[in-house]
């Protein structure tokens, strides 16, 4: 077994929970509190790719090493964004909704698959380094 930071799917449960709530909020507040679109658009990425991380440490550790869930995280990323260009009048309509932008978006960024892959870096990151602070 390898020690994940977060240690518990109580501890993992609630990480994603912030992470999605911070996503949200910066979503919507971002631009009304003058927030830069960087910031806003590709933080809220990086936050999304953080989430996908922590999704899959709730789901696989500590059975799975979490460089290995960071780079299956990555890769799912990518997918979804890949996903983003292919179209059909259903998709599209989904996309429209808030929930569609929200879980698939709407428009194709290699800009976003950056983001995503930084969110899930940091993410991966400080899991470590809690893992190594709880030896």
């Known amino acids: 077994m390898f020690k994940n930071g977060l240690g518990s799917r109580a501890g993992y449960t609630v990480a994603t929970l912030l992470v999605i709530a911070a996503g949200l909020l910066l979503r919507r507040f ?15 990425a990086a936050l999304w790719g953080g989430m996908v991380f922590l999704i899959l440490s709730l789901l696989f550790a500590p ?39 929200l879980l698939i978006g709407r428009i ?20 470590a380094k809690l893992a190594k602070a709880t030896r």
């Open 30 to 44: 971002g631009y009304p509190v003058g927030l830069p679109f960087i910031i806003v658009n590709y933080g809220a």
């Open 63 to 101: 059975r799975v090493r979490p460089l290995n869930l960071a780079v299956l995280a990555v890769v799912l990323s990518a997918a979804v964004e890949l996903f983003r260009l292919y179209h059909t009048p259903w998709l599209d309509a989904f996309r429209l909704t808030l929930t569609g932008a």
């Open 108 to 127: 194709f960024s290699i800009w976003n698959i950056v983001s995503y892959t930084l969110g899930i870096a940091v993410a991966c990151f400080i899991d």
